[in-house]
């Protein structure tokens, strides 16, 4: 039976049957716990790469740095995602893709098994980029998995599941590891993780069907996806909105104490209604797509970017400004799902969609760096309220670009 990337739509032929092949089905209980295992990896993999925003003074403190340079633990991670993401998915193209899922969950435990033993910022640095690397790879290559392993009716479900692990790392993984980080210490919170990605692993060996790289061994490179004007207008909207949504969600913090006025305890209560508002937007979203797909990226789009304006004018309206966070946190975590979806519409007639995904990977990764970066700039020259309208601005030109270019 073939499997297609993403259903039909009013009727349409599923855009990536080009380049999924036969896949042999397995048992409804069996796909789901396939799936169900991509997006625990998921889960390990965000955690991991934001944990330390949440522990960032005892982090630095813990190797003697400043938090400056404990800051660049994140933002040093995603630019070596945005930069290797393409290349590796290129190198490891040809491999199965279960023993390739198996060894970046292994370098994900090891990862965090040497954050744990680091006692110098060296050391500490080189264990976040051997995860930074896997995680590039594992972008590129879940969502296209996901899709092989269910039926085309369930494909939809099976991308909003991988990308539920986001929601979910934010949720749960870093209040829990944060939490754990001021009781323990935390280098606990790196052994956590380590026995989180460890029985991550565990369980893709035992659900994780044996997939070869591509039904008839042919690869797609990125220089035939990036000549592909569709595929690289789904680009460019990734870095823009993107881009504008880290560059308002770094700074949050800041803007909820001295804009609005919280007292430091609510913050992270409310990031957690945010994550919890993620949840619902990141889940909710396929059944509303596959209404139209065109309709629902623009009016996303454009809840994004309002409720980020919206913010910048609420002032110490405390009640409108929760309600303008769970809004923009649920179109937030819709919009992964719905740029993986363009991202497969466009490679549809490619040979593969893995070379094109390392792109979307890339410039998703690009744009949080380049938000935390920009953000620093304008936070210190502006103050925290110049965030929000700003943020909004850049998204702008994100959704022209869309209106324009977006697939039916």
């Given at each position: ?8 739509l009013?009727?349409?032929?599923a ?46 403190e ?17 630019l ?18 279960k ?5 970046l ?37 879940a ?65 994780l ?5 591509n ?11 990036w ?14 909105i ?42 909710g ?12 990226l ?9 409720s ?19 809004i ?21 007639h490619?040979?593969?969609?893995e ?5 979307y990977?890339s ?8 938000g ?24 702008i ?12």
């Open positions: 039976m073939t499997d297609h990337a993403i259903p039909q009013h009727g349409e032929p855009p990536e049957a080009a380049f999924i092949g036969e896949i042999k089905r397995r048992s409804p209980l069996a796909e789901a716990l396939a799936v169900i295992a991509l997006s625990l990896g998921t889960f390990a993999f965000v955690s991991t790469e934001l944990m330390p925003i949440g522990i960032l003074p005892q982090m630095a813990g190797v003697g740095v400043s938090l400056g340079q404990a800051g660049f633990l994140v933002t040093g991670f995603a070596l995602v945005a930069i290797a993401a393409t290349p590796l998915t290129a190198v490891t193209r040809r491999w199965n893709r023993w390739m899922m198996l060894s969950l292994l370098a994900c435990t090891l990862g965090n098994v040497l954050t744990y033993f680091a006692d110098n910022y060296a050391v500490l640095l080189a264990s976040r980029l051997i995860v930074a690397a896997a995680i590039g790879i594992f972008w590129s290559t969502a296209s998995m996901a899709v092989r392993i269910v039926p085309e009716r369930h494909a939809v479900r099976a991308v909003s599941a991988v990308y539920g692990g986001l929601a979910l790392a934010s949720v749960l993984g870093i209040p829990a590891g944060t939490f754990l980080g001021n009781y323990a210490g935390w280098r606990i919170v790196f052994v956590a993780l380590a026995v989180l990605s460890f029985a991550v692993f565990v369980k893709m060996w035992l659900t069907p044996n997939l070869a790289a039904h008839d061994g042919r690869h797609g490179t990125v220089a035939e996806a000549r592909e004007q569709p595929l690289r207008a789904a680009v460019y909207v990734t870095a823009l993107m881009m504008a949504n880290f560059l308002a969600f770094t700074y949050i913090a800041p803007f909820l104490e001295q804009i609005t006025g919280f007292e430091t305890s609510w913050i992270g209560g409310l990031l957690l209604a945010y994550g919890a508002a993620g949840l619902v937007g990141n889940f979203i396929g059944p509303i797509m596959a209404r139209g797909y065109r309709p629902t623009f009016v996303t789009m454009i809840v994004l970017i309002a980020l304006a919206a913010l910048g004018f609420a002032g110490t309206n405390r009640g409108l400004v929760i309600a303008l966070l769970l923009w946190g649920a179109a937030y975590t819709a919009l992964p799902v719905l740029m993986q979806t363009w991202v497969f519409k466009a490679a549809a490619l040979n593969g969609a070379a094109p995904s390392s792109l990977v410039a998703y990764n690009g744009a949080i760096a380049a935390a970066l920009v953000g620093g700039v304008i936070v210190d020259h502006a103050g925290p309220w110049s965030i929000m309208p700003i943020s909004a601005l850049i998204g030109p994100a959704l022209l670009i869309a209106l324009k270019h977006a697939p039916k």
